[in-house]
Structures are given as C-alpha cells and as structure tokens.
C-alpha cells in the first residue's frame, strides 16, 4: 500500500508529484467522512464503467456523482478554512506560498 501524501503544515493540501490539491475538511465527522470516500470510490467505478462501455450519459451522471462527492469533502468548491488564504489547488508547491517551506524539506523524501 502507498505511504500517505505529504501534507502542507497547515494541512489544506495534500502533494502529489510537487502540485498542491486540496485536502478533505477535517471537521467531517469520521462517519461522514468515510461515507463521502465511500461514495467517491464508488462514483470513480461508475465512470470507468461507463467510460469501457461508451454510455455517455452514464459517464456524465457518474462525473458529477464524483464533483458533488468532491465537493462534500471539501477538496472543490468553497474552502473549508476561514482565514481568507487563496485557495493554491493545482499550483507547484514552488510557486506557492508553501515554497519556503518546501524548499527546506528538500532532502528529507
């Protein structure tokens, strides 16, 4: 099994391959989280299915299954902390407000 993604210090992203994305609220309840996962997973099969057998319409309604799961968990659509902090989804961690950080992890991975 994979090790966990690192995460920012002040945990809103997660970073896969040096590009920030948005971690899940961590005010979800532990239920309500893995519920959310659950139907995230189950979202992701649907689309794979659909895509294999060339339903369109499945495959559309099976996407937005996986935006409004997404959504839910907080990694789309408002950001979860009050702050006022951007939200940096998808930018490099070096070209984020993170890079001093990241810089000084160098090494460590």
Do not use: C
Request: aromatic share 6%; glycine share 8%; hydrophobic share 35%.
């Amino acid at each position: 099994m994979a090790a966990d993604p690192q995460r920012t210090p002040d945990g809103r992203y997660i970073i896969v391959d040096g590009r920030l994305w948005r971690a899940a609220n961590p005010d979800l309840s532990r239920d309500d989280h893995s519920r959310l996962v659950s139907e995230l997973m189950s979202a992701r099969r649907a689309v794979g299915s659909a895509t294999r057998s060339g339903d369109e319409t499945a495959e559309r309604e099976a996407r937005g299954r996986v935006h409004a799961a997404k959504v839910a968990l907080g990694e789309r659509g408002p950001v979860w902390w009050a702050d006022g902090a951007r939200d940096e989804t998808r930018t490099l961690v070096r070209n984020s407000s993170y890079a001093r950080w990241w810089e000084t992890r160098r090494g460590e991975e």
